[in-house]
């Protein structure tokens, strides 16, 4: 079984090739049935997740993602990249908390969006202060962890390509 940096390593390398589809495991199960399948990475999802739970998307706790995570992780060989939601809190200490947890427990990737439970996109300048906390922890990692910032716009309801694309410069610039 590689290690997390190794994984880390495959993951990244997955990303500099041609494009790869990543499928979304919902359990152990599953992860291993798409590990078997050929797939060479996993992503968690946060509603296939909250599903098996008998919840609706965005009623897990940062605990149990983070179990989670060591669940999906321990069931095959392959990197495992974790969906955290909003970070589970709108302050930036609360985003660079959910990727140090998730990275603890063997995620060598994440995402981040920038949407608020309460139905929101969070501010710009806000939303680029939470990128900035997560992509530091990221960096600080000893192997090369892969974060992602999303830019939720278009499936929030706020169809404007511009801010989609400021957006986005600023998250990439953030880290």
Known sequence: MPDQAEKAAAFRALHEGAPFVIPNPWDAGSAKVLAGLGFEALATTSSGFAFTLGRVDGSVSLDEVVEHVRVIDA???????????????????????????????????????????????????????????????????????????????????????????????????AG
């Open 75 to 173: 069931a095959t060989a392959l990197p495992v990249s974790v969906d955290l939601e909003n970070g589970y809190g709108p302050e930036p200490a609360d985003a660079a908390r959910a990727l140090e947890l998730a990275a603890g427990a063997g995620a060598v990737g994440a995402s981040i969006e920038d949407f608020d439970p309460e139905g929101n996109l969070y501010r710009l300048e806000h939303a680029v202060a939470r990128v900035r906390a997560a992509a530091e922890v990221a960096a600080a990692l000893d192997f090369p962890f892969t974060f992602t910032a999303r830019a939720e716009n278009h499936i929030r309801g706020n169809p404007d390509l511009s801010d989609t694309i400021e957006r986005l410069r600023a998250y990439s610039e």
